[in-house]
């Protein structure tokens, strides 16, 4: 699907819920894509992408920056946190905290360099043991922690379980967002990011779909 496609679909999505045009980000999930492909959606104007590797992101995006200006960079990917420091460098927004040691780590590098990326807190709404991502109700008392660091805490985030309807978890998502007046709410992928976007995701993140499938190998 070209990028025209896929926001032609992400404006339709948006007239349906009767949100404004422009209120939902695209974010294009370029990890372990070809740089050709990359390339491309660049060329077609596309400027916000998300990662999943820091190595990965600073092998890739250095170059595409240079000639691409205005590029947004997204850490969707979890973190660890002695690749913390690269991160901040690399990345506008980090999607994926999701720890209290990590947490700490962010707020001293941004007390370090006078400013941070964009903060998102990852949700493991499924409470899923193989996934990263603070527990449902550990949330508030997370949140509560993090600003008490100053840290910029801008939104949630979470990936539903494979197998299960989206639809509650995106929905308890944005409840939990609403609960602790954060605005940000990054849910929604290839497959049902119309959903999401009804229940009120202001970021959806985006890679089969506009990319194809990622070689294998």
């Known amino acids: 699907m070209s990028l025209s496609e896929v926001l032609a679909r992400l404006s339709q999505a948006e007239h349906a819920a009767l949100r404004p045009s422009g209120s939902v980000t695209l974010i294009a999930v370029s990890k372990l894509q070809p740089d050709t492909r990359v390339r491309a959606v660049l060329q077609a104007g596309h400027r916000v992408f998300g990662e999943n590797y820091v190595q990965e992101a600073a092998a890739k995006w250095p170059a595409f920056r240079s000639q691409f200006p205005g590029v947004a960079l997204h850490m969707i990917g979890p973190l660890q946190t002695n690749k913390a420091r690269q991160a901040v460098e690399l990345f506008d927004a980090i999607q994926s905290l999701d720890r209290p040691s990590l947490a700490d780590k962010l707020a001293r590098l941004a007390q370090t360099r006078g400013r941070s990326p964009d903060l998102f807190v990852q949700v493991n709404t499924g409470a899923e043991p193989q996934k990263a991502g603070v527990l449902p109700q550990d949330l508030d008392s997370f949140v509560a922690t993090c600003r008490t660091m100053d840290l910029p805490l801008h939104g949630l985030m979470c990936i539903p379980p494979e197998a299960e309807d989206p639809t509650p978890h995106f929905r308890a998502l944005a409840a939990m967002a609403a609960r602790n007046g954060l605005t940000g709410l990054s ?26 499938a990622r070689p294998k190998g």
Do not use: E, N, Q, Y
């Open 187 to 212: 849910m929604g992928m290839s497959s049902d990011f119309a959903t999401a976007i009804a229940l009120g995701a202001t970021h959806i993140r985006v890679g089969s779909a506009l990319f194809g």
